[in-house]
Antibody
Framework: EVQLVESGGGLVKPGGSLRLSCAAS????????MSWVRQAPGKGLEWVGRIKSKTDGGTTDYAAPVKGRFTISRDDSKNTLYLQMNSLKTEDTAVYYCTTSSGAYLGAFDIWGQGTMVTVSS | QSALTQPASVSGSPGQSITISCTGT?????????VSWYQQHPGKAPKLMIY???KRPSGVSNRFSGSKSGNTASLTISGLQAEDEADYYCCSYAEEVFGTGTKVTVL
């Protein structure tokens, strides 16, 4: 079964750090471009960032609001994606989803995790 | 990159058809056919409904259809059903930007 399972969410104070993980199974993780998407309470979906496969260079790109504070990495030996979040702000409070394209549907995110909640509050 | 613009809400009666618009620019929606649509029920992860502007993934009802004209993409739901009540988001994959979201209400 194709699956993404996020973990690591929780309550953190402003200025703090948190690392999210996303465990993948059922597809060839090493070939996948992986993305993080977040959703603040009652708000819409917001793309956070993406890491390409190592075959395609392994490079990362980030949305402007998180650039310089968030870092995406991957461990293909563990089929796991990470999101290191530093200097957290209250506006980073959101459900964080990892997502990818299986390759079956061009240019679309057809595999999603269940999400993990991050709350930034004093 | 600014979010694509969608109407905040659209409603319709069971059996009717509704259309949700998604307006971008010549740099995103207008340039690429990598527009997709997602359905999200409360507390759930998004689900892919349309990819490459108008193609349906396996298992998605043929009541869902997509199109594009210039910088605006559209999602049409025909034969509206109670289970279609959800939030819908468009996405320009090439520019990695989502729409503002539309709440669909079945009256």
């Amino acid at each position: 079964e194709v699956q993404l399972v996020e973990s690591g969410g929780g309550l953190v104070k402003p200025g703090g750090s948190l690392r999210l993980s996303c465990a993948a199974s059922g597809f060839t993780f090493s070939n996948a471009w992986m993305s993080w998407v977040r959703q603040a309470p009652g708000k819409g979906l917001e793309w956070v960032g993406r890491i390409k496969s190592k075959t395609d260079g392994g490079t990362t790109d980030y949305a402007a609001p998180v650039k310089g504070r968030f870092t995406i990495s991957r461990d293909d030996s563990k089929n796991t994606l990470y999101l290191q979040m530093n200097s957290l702000k209250t506006e980073d409070t959101a459900v964080y989803y990892c997502t990818t394209s299986s390759g079956a549907y061009l240019g679309a995110f057809d595999i999603w995790g269940q999400g993990t909640m991050v709350t930034v509050s004093s | 990159q600014s979010a694509l613009t969608q109407p905040a809400s659209v409603s319709g009666s069971p059996g009717q058809s509704i259309t949700i618009s998604c307006t971008g620019t010549s740099s995103d929606v207008g340039s690429y056919n990598l527009v997709s649509w997602y359905q999200q029920h409360p507390g759930k992860a998004p689900k892919l409904m349309i990819y490459e502007v108008s193609k349906r993934p396996s298992g998605v009802s043929n009541r869902f259809s997509g199109s594009k004209s210039g910088n605006t993409a559209s999602l049409t739901i025909s034969g509206l059903q109670a289970e279609d009540e959800a939030d819908y988001y468009c996405c320009s994959y090439a520019e990695e930007v989502f729409g503002t979201g539309t709440k669909v209400t079945v009256l």
